[in-house]
């Protein structure tokens, strides 16, 4: 059974830095695209940061480049968000989700009603 599970999430203060985690079951990552999104309060869930499962295709939304970092270790069969220099308006739930249509990679992350499997989230603050 293919699951993935999020961890890494919490309270931060704005300019600060969290790592978030996608450890991936039941699947080889490098069937799939692996895709991180987040839903804030009142709002859509947007695609943030994607990844070809095998490290070979790397998209982010523009809110986040220079700012976030995706990375794959396929030995760990994890995917990672490193999030730096945070900002208030990055609070929100985060999500991974996995699908196996590559091309979404073309529409930065495409759109989260086209991935088959989903994380249960994990929670960001940045609040000072």
């Known amino acids: 059974q293919l699951q993935l599970v999020e961890s890494g999430g919490g309270l931060v203060q704005p300019g600060g830095s969290l790592r978030l985690s996608c450890a991936a079951s039941?699947?080889?990552?490098?069937?799939?695209?692996i895709g991180w999104f987040r839903q804030a309060p009142g709002k859509g869930r947007e695609g943030v940061s994607c990844?070809?499962?095998?490290?070979?295709?790397?998209t982010y939304a523009d809110s986040v480049k220079g700012r976030f970092t995706i990375s794959s270790d396929n030995a760990k069969n994890t995917v990672y968000l490193q999030m730096n220099s945070l900002k208030p308006e990055d609070t929100a739930v985060y999500y991974c989700?996995?699908?196996?249509?590559?091309?979404?990679?073309?529409?930065?992350?495409?759109?989260?009603?086209?991935?088959?499997?989903w994380g249960q989230g994990t929670e960001v603050t940045v609040s000072s």
């Open positions: 990844i070809k499962g095998n490290g070979g295709i790397i």
């Open positions: 039941g699947f080889s990552l490098d069937r799939y695209v």
């Open positions: 989700a996995a699908v196996t249509q590559m091309s979404l990679l073309f529409r930065v992350c495409g759109t989260a009603t086209e991935y088959d499997y």
